[in-house]
């Protein structure tokens, strides 16, 4: 048997990740228990800070976040201790956990918010990058400035900034759904926001408030001592600020979207030669091509499902996000959810004794509202790590807690191509099956309404552009009132619903 060392330090409270969800619920251990030790595990030598935190409304919030120094954090709470190392191994037995330099620590209760890593469409390629992080959007940047074409795969946030910000570059977007977008968006506002795609954009970057602290100083030796591509948190509506994304084509947009296709095969360039396969060149107009073979050699060539190939310089692979839960699972009986997370109860338990999760890492696995439904956004990071906190405080003190407000309603507020996007309830009808009925306003290029609605009784809605209407419809939704003797009325810019429903 081997000789148990002496713990490295030991706490009442361990929080396990430097992200949002980490973060925020180390800060509230902290605020609960001034008198103890908060120890916080994180293997990068930055934290995510929520900063400039605004409610907008009941459930809507609005924050930036930033990378600051660990020292930051410890200097606003003197009682949190940052110790910089990555996991290695949980030994939930004995409440205790093993860190890269081979120290121990000895938790009573500890939160794991180790967050997710982006999945890759092909693991080892040099041609594939995962964007999820700053430091692979700073790697992203380096690549595209000798980029003339590239490939991106993937249909979410990051995907759809990435398309409207790119420029001087060809991109090619391989979509599996009709639509772009399709986590947040059905066709109509995908349409609505397409249109803004093929329009030149305007000259004039909005000043951006998100202050940036980078690691490259610290980076080399970080990096080879957690092994490249392992730190970095997520990033989020604004990631691409500051970065400057132009490949060396002199135009602005040049956008071709494949659609209900995946990635079938990615060839090298010598593996292409040798399977005498033949590439597509970039789609032009729509009129005839002439030229029906791409005679340019590239670095690496993308057969889609939809038969058709595209060489390019390389591949932005944007495709979700994988829970990174490998160095907790070993040994210890987590129950873990379809889609790979450490399930937690309405109290962020895991279904291990002293354990919590929150943030990407865990699986929502209560019995939800009707009109909330998880999805790995930093909103939702910072709310469960919050509460988190709170359910650790109170199984502490012996108190009982009632479930967050928050999660009453999914409410997500962001941008994209510059409008202002609302998402609230079952925005995209999800889980409603056939038994609903939407309702539409849209002013091409200014604002996009749509309502979901279900028994005369808002369930959902998505609002694009300044509308204002996000505190009704919020109301609407949560107070389940039959709107059904309004009709169409309801989205009618000339009724002012405020009036009927403060």
Not at 45 to 67: G, H, M, R
Not at 254 to 283: D, G, N, W
Request: aromatic share 8%.
């Amino acid at each position: 048997m081997e000789a148990a060392c002496p713990p490295l330090a030991s706490g009442k409270f361990v929080v396990v990740g430097g992200g949002i969800a980490g973060v925020t619920c180390a800060e509230q251990l902290a605020i609960h228990f001034p008198s103890e030790d908060i120890l916080l595990v994180t293997a990068s030598p930055v934290i995510k800070a929520v900063t400039n935190f605004k409610q907008v409304s009941k459930v809507l919030e609005e924050f930036d976040v930033e990378e600051q120094p660990n020292t930051m954090l410890e200097n606003r709470f003197p009682n949190i201790k940052v110790i910089e190392s990555g996991v290695k191994q949980l030994k939930s037995k004995e409440h205790c956990i093993l860190t890269g330099d081979g120290s121990q620590l000895v938790y009573k209760k500890l939160c794991l918010c180790a967050g997710a890593k982006p999945k890759l469409i092909c693991e080892g390629n040099p041609y594939v990058l995962g964007i999820r992080d700053t430091d692979s959007a700073q790697e992203f940047q380096k690549q595209l400035t000798k980029a003339k074409r590239i490939m991106i795969v993937g249909n979410g946030g990051i995907a759809l900034e990435l398309v409207y910000e790119i420029e001087g570059c060809e991109v090619i977007w391989a979509i599996k759904d009709k639509a772009i977008g399709n986590t947040f968006f059905d066709a109509g506002a995908a349409e609505f926001l397409t249109s803004k795609l093929i329009a030149e954009k305007p000259e004039a970057k909005i000043a951006h408030k998100r202050t940036r602290y980078t690691t490259e100083g610290r980076k080399k030796e970080a990096q080879t001592k957690g092994g490249a591509g392992t730190l970095g948190s997520a990033l989020g509506p604004d990631w691409h600020e500051g970065l400057n994304l132009k490949g060396t084509k002199e135009f602005s947009h040049k956008i071709h979207i494949e659609t209900m296709c995946e990635v079938k095969k990615i060839y090298l360039q010598e593996e292409f030669r040798i399977a005498k396969k033949k590439s597509l060149p970039f789609p032009r107009d729509h009129h005839e091509q002439s030229v029906t073979t791409d005679t340019e050699a590239w670095p690496v060539y993308v057969e889609l499902t939809n038969e058709k190939i595209y060489g390019c310089d390389f591949i932005v692979s944007a495709t979700g996000v994988t829970p990174n839960t490998e160095p907790f699972l070993c040994g210890n009986n987590f129950d873990v959810g379809e889609d790979g997370g450490l399930k937690v109860d309405d109290h962020m338990h895991t279904s291990v004794s002293d354990i919590y999760a929150a943030g990407d890492v865990c699986t929502a696995s209560w019995e939800p509202s009707p009109v909330w439904q998880q999805m790995r956004l930093w909103t939702q990071a910072r709310q469960m790590g919050w509460y988190a906190a709170k359910c650790m405080a109170a199984a502490t003190l012996g108190h009982s807690i009632d479930m967050d407000f928050s999660f009453e309603l999914f409410a997500h507020i962001t941008k994209f191509f510059n409008y202002k996007v609302v998402l609230l309830g079952k925005y995209n009808a999800q889980g409603l099956g056939s038994d609903h009925e939407l309702m539409l306003r849209c002013t091409k290029g200014q604002e996009y309404v749509k309502v979901v609605m279900q028994n005369g009784r808002m369930m959902g809605a998505v609002l694009i552009g300044e509308t204002d209407l996000e505190e009704t419809f919020e109301n609407l939704i949560l107070n389940q009132m039959d709107l059904s003797s309004y009709g169409e009325d309801l989205l009618d810019p000339n009724i002012d619903l405020e009036d009927y429903f403060d």
